[in-house]
């Protein structure tokens, strides 16, 4: 039953980072609209996560973690709006690096990774079940 307990930590480990990247992705949506509001200010700016293996030394196997949360360093848009309290001497206001489009693609391989493992966690737990109820 070892095996199928360390499954279901490694599955449960991968939800958790996946749960971590769709809260990234949902404030990215939520401020894909965000620019600044003074002349020379900056707009949200998008994030991005990254992924490690840490080694787990009591069960010895690979988890996956969030390694950092970092900014993406893309370029702002500008869009010339002379009228907008946060634009330039130019005219330009400068707004957010993120597209919906990307944001909405990480969301559903999110999902879908974060269901796979989910999945890994029912199996465990059914063949966990079967194997103790034919021991019984």
């Not at 930590?9 to 404030?27: F, N, P």
């Not at 002379?82 to 391989?109: R, T």
């Not at 999902?111 to 737990?125: D, F, G, H, I, P």
């Amino acid at each position: 039953m070892g095996d199928l307990s360390l499954s279901t930590d490694i599955a449960v480990a991968g939800m958790k980072a996946q749960a971590k990247r769709l809260r990234v992705v949902s404030e990215n949506l939520a401020n894909s609209d965000s620019v600044a509001q003074t002349p020379g200010g900056k707009p949200y700016q998008r994030q991005l996560v990254t992924f490690k293996n840490v080694l787990d030394k009591e069960s010895g196997v690979d988890l996956v973690k969030v390694d950092k949360i970092t900014k993406d360093k893309s370029e702002f848009e500008r869009k010339y709006d002379p009228n907008h309290p946060g634009a330039d001497a130019d005219g330009y206001v400068l707004h957010p690096n993120v597209n919906p489009l990307i944001e909405v693609m990480d969301m559903k391989e999110a999902q879908r990774t974060y269901e796979a493992n989910l999945n890994v966690v029912k199996v465990s737990k059914e063949m966990m079940s079967r194997t103790i109820d034919m021991l019984q």
